[in-house]
Nanobody, 116 residues
């Protein structure tokens, strides 16, 4: 089992920045990729950014050049640096960990609200 705990959400004005953190514990070696997802009211959950165990990253087009995903393996922590935030970035952000090709472990989510 893997446990994921997010932190760092909050209220920020448009154009501002936030950093989300996700602390992982448990059977970490079983994880081959981690990602950040978000879900806005009335919308489906979407992948925002992902990073493999080898360090390769990919981003949703809507956040490219504004968000950066990173991981600190020594601290078992995943980060999402969010810059130039827009009101449409408002959502609950979830950290997730994958085994194989499926994200099977999920955090409880953290709210990010961007005011205009």
């Amino acid at each position: 089992q893997v446990q994921l705990v997010e932190s760092g959400g909050g209220l920020v004005q448009a154009g501002g920045s936030l950093r989300l953190s996700c602390a992982a514990s448990g059977i970490i070696f079983s994880i081959n990729a981690m990602g950040w997802f978000r879900q806005a009211p009335g919308k489906q959950r979407e992948l925002v950014a992902a990073i493999t165990s080898g360090g390769s990253t990919n981003y949703a087009d809507s956040v490219k050049d504004r968000f950066t995903i990173s991981r600190d393996n020594a601290k078992n922590t995943l980060y999402l640096h969010m810059n130039s935030l827009k009101p449409e970035d408002t959502a609950v952000y979830y950290c997730a960990a994958a085994r194989g090709n499926a994200y099977v472990y999920w955090g409880q989510g953290t709210q990010v609200t961007v005011s205009s």
